[in-house]
């Protein structure tokens, strides 16, 4: 059976943990991290990273990557603050830095689900964007990517359909 960690990029108990909450029950050995209850400091862009693979900063970062490493595949839900990533997701992908030359994430499979207020392309269009170099530097094997239209609290739980077929479509690329 494969281990799946499911991370949260929202600062809030909003559309983007609810996706993940709803995949979380359908879906066996699952984990779910939310990034808004960590302590994630800042990278200070010291390049220590470049010689050791643990970053000099002590807080949760590093239990945060041994779960990553550990698990099979990685679902990111990823909210869309004015077309770009939130900023706990990008200070998120900054901290990360330390598996860009130990390449410890290389082929990892991952899928991205994106959640925003606007037209669902839109979303999918500028996130994909965002997280282009943090895919392309940690060598990430994106399997999907995924894109729902929800701005207000629970407007997700509208969309029960389509979330049961990005569930199914996730066991076929297990």
Known sequence: MKNILLISGSNRKGNTQS???IIDK???NTQMLLLKDKNI???????ACHKMIDCVIKDDMKEIIEKMIA???IIFGVPNYF?????LFKNFMDRLHPLYKSGLLANKKVIF????GGNENGTKEELHHSI?????YLKLNVIKEYSFQALNYND???QQEKIHKVVSEMSENL
């Not at 400091?41 to 390049?47: A, D, F, P, T």
């Not at 689900?113 to 925003?116: E, K, P």
């Not at 282009?132 to 392309?136: C, P």
């Open 19 to 21: 996706i993940l909450e």
């Open 26 to 28: 359908n879906r066996q």
């Open 41 to 47: 400091e800042y990278c200070k862009g010291c390049l």
């Open 71 to 73: 698990s099979d595949l």
């Open 83 to 87: 077309d770009n990533v939130s900023g």
């Open 113 to 116: 689900i994106y959640v925003g």
């Open 132 to 136: 282009r170099g943090f895919v392309k």
């Open 156 to 158: 997700i739980l509208s």
